[in-house]
């Protein structure tokens, strides 16, 4: 007879962060977006043209983007990154990732 400790642990059961097939991000969904070093040069350049008082972005800094075009066989998107003010910055061919310059699926708020 086996000991409970000699038998092998199942598999965890899927979570709710969990998904498969993985998720498709579609046209006009929401995503979460890192800036990258490059992204935050070219805001300052955009907002150089056009003066805010809007606040600095940094790099690595998380902003929520709306997808506006979907569906490329690599997986890659382009987004309008909604800034803190009157502006909005275009990312295009973004892929799915956690480093700066790569797109991400929002976390569910945990429940009171």
């Known amino acids: 007879m086996s000991h409970p400790a000699d038998q092998p642990c199942p598999a965890p059961a899927p979570g709710?962060?969990?998904f498969w097939p993985p998720r498709v991000p579609q046209l006009g969904?929401?995503?979460?977006y890192?800036?990258?070093h490059a992204d935050v040069r070219?805001?300052?350049r955009q907002r150089a043209a056009t003066p805010t008082r809007a606040p600095h972005v940094?790099?690595?800094q998380l902003?929520?983007?709306i997808v506006v075009r979907a569906g490329s066989a690599a997986g890659a998107v382009n987004i309008k990154v909604l800034l803190d003010g009157p502006d909005v910055y275009w990312a295009e061919?973004?892929?799915n990732g956690d480093t700066d310059g790569t797109w991400a699926w929002p976390t569910p708020a945990p429940e009171a």
Not at 29 to 32: E, H, K
């Open 16 to 18: 709710p962060s969990t």
């Open 29 to 32: 969904g929401q995503v979460l």
């Open 34 to 36: 890192r800036l990258s």
């Open 42 to 44: 070219a805001i300052a």
């Open 58 to 60: 940094r790099t690595g």
């Open 63 to 65: 902003l929520p983007a």
């Open 93 to 95: 061919h973004v892929i």
